[in-house]
T-cell receptor, first 111, second 114 residues
Framework: NAGVTQTPKFQVLKTGQSMTLQCAQDMNHEYMSWYRQDPGMGLRLIHYSVGAGITDQGEVPNGYNVSRSTTEDFPLRLLSAAPSQTSVYFC??????????FGPGTRLLVL | GESVGLHLPTLSVQEGDNSIINCAYSNSASDYFIWYKQESGKGPQFIIDIRSNMDKRQGQRVTVLLNKTVKHLSLQIAATQPGDSAVYFCAENRGLRGSYIPTFGRGTSLIVHP
């Protein structure tokens, strides 16, 4: 049982490049979400999903897209990377209980 | 706007002391609160939670107190250990569009000196 996995762990991009951050879970949780964490700040919600085929925006959705074709996977796409998107990205899941489980994070540097 | 925040960005304690980390929230409609611990280089980890119909909940060496009158939440850690050094976040569930995705405060860094 791996819980929540995220790939890659580290990534360096040039401005304008696109990429997909992967998130997978094996707990059969309906709820999944993406957060970004910047120095000295808490986690800010980017997008979330309440089940396969359903996604919605969080606090800071601009510049990111998501899709949820399966219960297990919730990829986050950066369409055209900008230096302001340099951050640590966390994926989280939640079942019917309200506790969230977080992945280990992806550190992204945009040059 | 509505927010969850922490009073102190850094708290330094001696090993064996009790630690108290505070949190203020502004949404009186929030009905569920969670404390997370985040160690360096890792994702947040659930510590303890409390619902708004309670004012105190205890776990192993941790206690969460909720004062709805002043919209204040605290995390007490008994006999603090070096392994407790981390950033602690409080979060409130606001029922975001019915989905109960928690909103996080900025965090308090707890430093435990041996």
């Amino acid at each position: 049982n791996a819980g929540v996995t995220q790939t890659p762990k580290f990534q360096v991009l040039k401005t304008g490049q696109s990429m997909t951050l992967q998130c997978a879970q094996d707990m059969n949780h309906e709820y999944m979400s993406w957060y970004r964490q910047d120095p000295g700040m808490g986690l800010r919600l980017i997008h979330y999903s309440v089940g396969a085929g359903i996604t919605d925006q969080g606090e800071v959705p601009n510049g990111y897209n998501v899709s949820r074709s399966t219960t297990e996977d919730f990829p986050l796409r950066l369409l055209s990377a900008a230096p302001s998107q340099t951050s640590v990205y966390f994926c989280a899941t939640r079942g019917y209980q309200e506790t969230q489980y977080f992945g280990p994070g992806t550190r992204l540097l945009v040059l | 706007g509505e927010s969850v925040g922490l009073h102190l960005p850094t708290l330094s304690v001696q090993e064996g002391d009790n630690s108290i980390i505070n949190c203020a929230y502004s949404n009186s409609a929030s009905d569920y609160f969670i404390w997370y611990k985040q160690e360096s280089g890792k994702g947040p980890q659930f510590i303890i939670d409390i619902r708004s119909n309670m004012d105190k909940r205890q776990g192993q060496r941790v206690t969460v107190l909720l004062n709805k009158t002043v919209k204040h939440l605290s995390l007490q850690i008994a006999a603090t250990q070096p392994g407790d050094s981390a950033v602690y976040f409080c979060a409130e569930n606001r029922g975001l569009r019915g989905s109960y995705i928690p909103t996080f405060g900025r965090g308090t860094s707890l430093i435990v000196h041996p």
